[in-house]
Each structure stands twice: as structure tokens, then as C-alpha cells.
T-cell receptor, first 111, second 118 residues
Framework: GIQVEQSPPDLILQEGANSTLRCNFS?????LQWFHQNPWGQLINLFY???GTKQNGRLSATTVATERYSLLYISSSQTTDSGVYFC?????????????FGKGTHLIIQP | SQTIHQWPATLVQPVGSPLSLECTVE??????LYWYRQAAGRGLQLLFY??????ISSEVPQNLSASRPQDRQFILSSKKLLLSDSGFYLC?????????????????FGPGTRLTVL
């Protein structure tokens, strides 16, 4: 099956810093999503981005499908950005596929 | 707007007892439904998915089963729980939509059920 690798696995930053999280995947994908898991376990949808670039406030994401990677940028980090960030992909095929998740990046923003 | 509910939120069960977790979706019709499990605080694994009533596909052989008795209801069950069934169980929905030559299949997750088997 498809492999999804996220880096770095852990990241500790001071409030106000910028960060870049990376997701590599081993095959062509139909969909790619970025999630933030909050301390209560809820998965929050950040971006649906199979290709191209999107921005939402301090967050932006870029997927280069031909090179099989995606980047999540967080600018001017806040303590509320702490948590685990997951990248997940599916191969498509008529819309009946589940997501394959990476192991996540655990981000800690210190005040 | 669409919402997804899961219950219970937390559950502590003895080994060998049965299990029933429920997931319901509101505000959409004919969704794809999914069960995932997250163990040890990292990484989610797809367990089951369903494209319609009574249409269930299993991704991983295990002690669990799933059923979809109604369009927007998805149930995860076990006859006898094992210690290894402990984890965080998440239900998700999507409505695949054709878009520019591919399928937009963005998934949205419920709040989850934290299961501890003792």
C-alpha cells in the first residue's frame, strides 16, 4: 500500500516562530488532507489540497503532486497551534477509499 | 450544515465483554462512512468503510465488525473485547463529488470514542 511519511516527528518552537511541516507519499494520490488533532483528540480539517497552494489565515499549504510531497506552513505560531498535525491521502478510484495517515508531527509552541 | 455524532465519548469495558459504538451523520444523504482507530496516541488506521446501507468493506482482519442499518448510521461492534482493542475510535463521513477529472472525497471526522479495555 501507499506509504506516507511526515517530518519532523517532533518540533518545539517559541511563540511567534514560523514552521514548515513536510509530508512525502510514495504513489500518485487522488486526495490529500491536512488535519490538526487538538488535545481532546478531535481532528480539525485544515486543508483539502491534492495539488496547488491554499492559504487560511496564518496557515498555508502547498502540494506538488508530480514530486509526491506536501508542505504545511504555520506563521507567527501561537500556543493554541500546539498539537499533532497529520497528513492523509487516498488513491481515489471512484470515491470509495479511506485515508492513509502519516504518523504525524507533534508540535509544541512555548510561550 | 453537516454534523457527525459519536457515542459514547468514553467507555471502560472488561475483557470479553461486548461492544457497540454508534456514529450518526446529519445534514447529508448517501454519505460514505468510515471507522478508524488510533492507538498509542499516534497514527490512524482505517478499519471499515461503507458506501451504502448494508455495504461494508473491511480493511484489517480483527476482532471487530461494522454494520450500517440506516443511511446515516454506522455501528462498530465486537462480541468479545480484547485488551488490544483499546484505543480512540473515530468515525468519518464524505460525499464523493467528481471535480475536474478526479473525485473530491474530503473526509470529516466525529469527536471520537475513547475505549479502554481492562
Amino acid at each position: 500500500g501507499i506509504q506516507v511519511e511526515q517530518s519532523p516527528p517532533d518540533l518545539i518552537l517559541q511563540e511567534g516562530a514560523n514552521s514548515t511541516l513536510r509530508c512525502n507519499f510514495s504513489d500518485s494520490v487522488n486526495n490529500l488532507q491536512w488535519f490538526h488533532q487538538n488535545p481532546w483528540g478531535q481532528l480539525i480539517n485544515l486543508f483539502y489540497i491534492p495539488s496547488g497552494t491554499k492559504q487560511n489565515g496564518r496557515l498555508s499549504a502547498t502540494t506538488v503532486a508530480t514530486e509526491r510531497y506536501s508542505l504545511l506552513y504555520i506563521s507567527s505560531s501561537q500556543t493554541t497551534d500546539s498539537g499533532v498535525y497529520f497528513c492523509a491521502v487516498d488513491l481515489g478510484g471512484g470515491g470509495a477509499d479511506g485515508l492513509t495517515f502519516g504518523k504525524g508531527t507533534h508540535l509544541i509552541i512555548q510561550p | 450544515s453537516q454534523t457527525i455524532h459519536q457515542w459514547p465519548a468514553t467507555l471502560v469495558q472488561p475483557v470479553g465483554s461486548p461492544l457497540s459504538l454508534e456514529c450518526t451523520v446529519e445534514g447529508t444523504s448517501n454519505p460514505n462512512l468510515y471507522w478508524y482507530r488510533q492507538a498509542a496516541g499516534r497514527g490512524l488506521q482505517l478499519l471499515f468503510y461503507s458506501i451504502g446501507i448494508d455495504q461494508i468493506s473491511s480493511e484489517v482482519p480483527q476482532n471487530l465488525s461494522a454494520s450500517r442499518p440506516q443511511d446515516r448510521q454506522f455501528i462498530l461492534s465486537s462480541k468479545k473485547l480484547l485488551l488490544s482493542d483499546s484505543g480512540f475510535y473515530l468515525c468519518a463521513w464524505s460525499v464523493p463529488t467528481p471535480f475536474r477529472g478526479h473525485w473530491n472525497n474530503e473526509q470529516f471526522f466525529g469527536p471520537g470514542t475513547r475505549l479502554t479495555v481492562l
